[in-house]
Every structure is written in C-alpha cells, then in structure tokens.
C-alpha cells in the first residue's frame, strides 16, 4: 500500500502561531544507533494568515552563504515581524551540510536530483520527498540559498526558470529586482529535467526563487551579505514582513539568461587547468577559454578549451586538477523574452 505521509516525522506544528525550533526526524538504523533518528533541522515562524514561504538552503552540504544568512534571519525575526508563516529549512540535505559535501555521505545523494523523492527510498530521497510532498505543498513561495560549491565560483547571482505564464514570469522578474544580487539570471529548463527543486515547485504551484552566491568552498563577507539582505528584501516584497519600511532599497541587478549547452565549458581532457578568463569577463565564440596541462607527460602539448558563444562569464571552476568533463565556465548573455530554448 502506498506510504502517504512518509517516514520523516516532524516536531514541528507548522499550522500552530509563534517559533518553533526543532528537528525532522528521519529514522536511520545503523550499527551505532539501532532505533535512531537523523535530527535535520527545522523551524517556523508564524503570524496568522499571510505569505507561506519555505527558505531553503544546505541542498548541497557544501554551500555555505544560504545556511548562515538564514540561521542569522531565524534568530533575528519574532512572530510579531512576521506576517503569514516562515519555514526554515536551513541544512536540508543535513548529512550532506554536517560532512561538508555536495552529496550526502550515506547515500551519494545530491538532493537537487532527486526530486520528486521516494519515501521509501535512501535518506537523501525520503528528503526530496517530504519536501517536496509535505512542505512545498502549503506553501506559495519557495527560496534555495545555492553557491558554487567546492568546485565552482560564482559572480553573486539570483535565477528563475523561465516561466510560460507571462504573468508569473513577470512575478519573477520582480523578485530578482527585489532580491537584488549583482547578477540575475533566467535559465531554461533543458528538456526532461524534473529532477530539481525548481521543476517540484512548478509540479506544486509554487513560486521559486534560487541563488548562485559564490562558492569555492568558503564563504566571502560581501556573498553573505547579498544572501541576507536579498532574502530580507524578497520577504518585504511579497508582505512576509510586518515593518517593510526599514528595509533599504535594492540595488540594480544586471539580468541576464542562460540557455543552452553552448552555455557551458567543459574540460577536454584531465589534468592541470589553467583559466585564461576572469569572473565577469566579456567573452566571444572561439575564444580560448583555458589549458589543460598534462602534469603526467609535461613535454606534449597541452589542450584549449573554447568558448562556444559570445557572453559574460558567470561561473569558474575553483580547483586545479580537473578530469574530463568537469565545468570550467558557463556564460550569461542579455535576457531576452521567450517561451523557451
Ligand atoms: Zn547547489
């Protein structure tokens, strides 16, 4: 018989007024633990009716800027600085944040893939699920505080998914503007990827808004201080703050798209990469965009990777050693309005 609700259990009463901390219990028995539980942390803050809002971050463990500027944000706001309700899921792949990874260590799951979830699956699964079946759906809003992680560097970036609907498409735009990162990017959903929280938002009816921070495995103060003010500004936006007065206005962001693989630069071969490009540099189809050395035999020659198209670098791979097929860069080129690629 089908499991409706789940094996994750939450301490939480997310319809109940106030703040609420705790955890989401994820039953995990293990040789260490045999009737223990994986404690992921959660909290809520309610005001009576208004905006639900999930503020999501910790979907990839290794990605730092969105778990701190929503820990901050969660111990800052009261109910009473609140209209409707806030769901703080702050490390949501909690192995994954505990380890410091991408992936989490007790299944290899990327949470970002596994969408929509099994509630009888592996823990990072029975994450995607009850995210996506049991909080996703009592909520209007979603936020995913995402960065580059360990391998990538981003220019400070917010991004939707193009949106069909004018009219959606348009609410988008306007919590970019209102999120307000140096950079905001629309991005089209390559066919058959349902696998992200973007696409469960849209199977759901929620309105998603994600970020690309920084990255590189650490955390800058000027990446942080766009996730917390970002994340405060979208609030004001949608009238999930009481006191929107004191929010200061947002900066101009530049927008930008990012559509197809022509987007994206991988390395040719595996070695030593050497970037020949900056973050936010011009760039134009075939110029090269970096060399891989080969550290194994020095004296040949090394290989280029080249740019496909024209466009504003946006992301960087951070580490030296590459294999073939790591993403070295990916571009933005101007927004243009459309249905899709
Ligand atoms: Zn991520």
Redesign the pocket.
Known sequence: MARSTGRIRSELDFDRDGKQVGFLRLPHSVHRSAYGWIPIPIACIRNGDGPRVLLMAG??GD?YEGQIALAKLLRQLEPATVRGRLIFLSSANFPAAMAGM?TSPLDDGNL?RLFPGDPDGGPTAQIAWYIEHMLLTQCDYVLDL??G?SSLMYLPSALSRRHADPARMRHALELLQAFGAPISYITDAPPGDDLALPAAAVRQGVMHLGTELGGGGTLTMAALRIAEDGVRRVLARIGALADQATIPPAPVTRLLQVRGPEYFVYAPDSGLFEPLVELGDEVIAGQTAGIIHFHDTPWREPSMAVFQRSGVVLTKRMPCRTERGDCLFHLGTPYEEGSGP
């Open positions: 979907n990839h990605e991408r970002n995402h960065s992680g």
